[in-house]
């Protein structure tokens, strides 16, 4: 069965630390995989997408990273700010055009 | 571009009446996703459609549930008749293409009492 988790499922951290949210996958077959950020009350934001060729992707203060071989991608937030507090969600697609979503972390950006 | 848009925003109603929920997708996408949202399971997938076809229903969690998407920039999701453990968030979302970023609405908070 082709999982996603997500650990923790809650982080706090002060402002200005550089942080970094975990995803794990259970088949190293991904078409690609997807970090999304969702705020109370809204959907979700795609943040960033990486192909299964590559290894990272960075979009501003966010760097993201993908190991097929070890089933880990890692989310990095640099100098994190309190609008950065939101959920976290890691989605892969397992090549069938299905996102297989985690649970997600809460991340909460202490001020 | 307006994104992709969801109504209604929220919908309360009695068990076993008739809910319908509307999406229409970013003008362009050719993919269309029913996604529900709750504590206990998370987003589960319930259908998605390319090109207006589905191709995939095995998420839809019984008969009750029905969706369609009689053109490009329209869809629905209907509940009929609805059950309090259908309470959840809705959303839909789209996307270019195959493997390309999904774009989601706001979504529907459904409480069925």
């Known amino acids: 069965k082709q999982e996603v988790t997500q650990i923790p499922a809650a982080l706090s951290v002060p402002e200005g630390e550089n942080l970094v949210l975990n995803c794990s996958f259970t088949d190293s077959a991904i078409y690609n995989l997807q970090w999304f950020r969702q705020d109370p009350g809204k959907g979700l934001t795609s943040l960033l997408l990486?192909?299964?060729?590559?290894r990272e992707q960075t979009s501003g203060r966010l760097n993201a990273s993908l190991d097929k071989s070890s089933g880990r991608s890692t989310l990095y937030i640099a100098a994190s700010q309190p609008g950065d507090s939101a959920t976290y969600l890691c989605?892969?697609?397992?090549?069938?055009?299905?996102?297989?979503f985690g649970t997600g972390t809460r991340l909460t950006i202490i001020p | 571009d307006a994104g992709v848009i969801q109504s209604p925003r929220h919908e309360v109603t009695e068990m076993g009446q008739e809910v319908t929920l509307r999406c229409k997708p970013i003008s362009g996408h050719n993919s269309l996703f029913w996604y529900r949202q709750t504590m206990m399971r998370g987003l589960e997938l319930l259908i998605y459609f390319n090109n207006n076809v589905p191709i995939d229903d095995s998420g839809m969690p019984e008969d009750r549930f029905s969706a369609k998407m009689p053109n490009a920039s329209f869809s629905t999701l209907k509940i009929q008749p609805s059950e309090p453990r259908d309470s959840a968030v809705y959303f839909c979302?789209?996307?270019?293409?195959?493997?390309?970023?999904?774009?989601f609405g706001d979504g529907t908070r459904l409480s069925i009492l």
């Open positions: 989605a892969v697609y397992f090549g069938n055009e299905k996102l297989t």
């Open positions: 979302a789209s996307s270019f293409a195959e493997g390309q970023p999904q774009h």
């Open positions: 990486i192909q299964s060729s590559q």
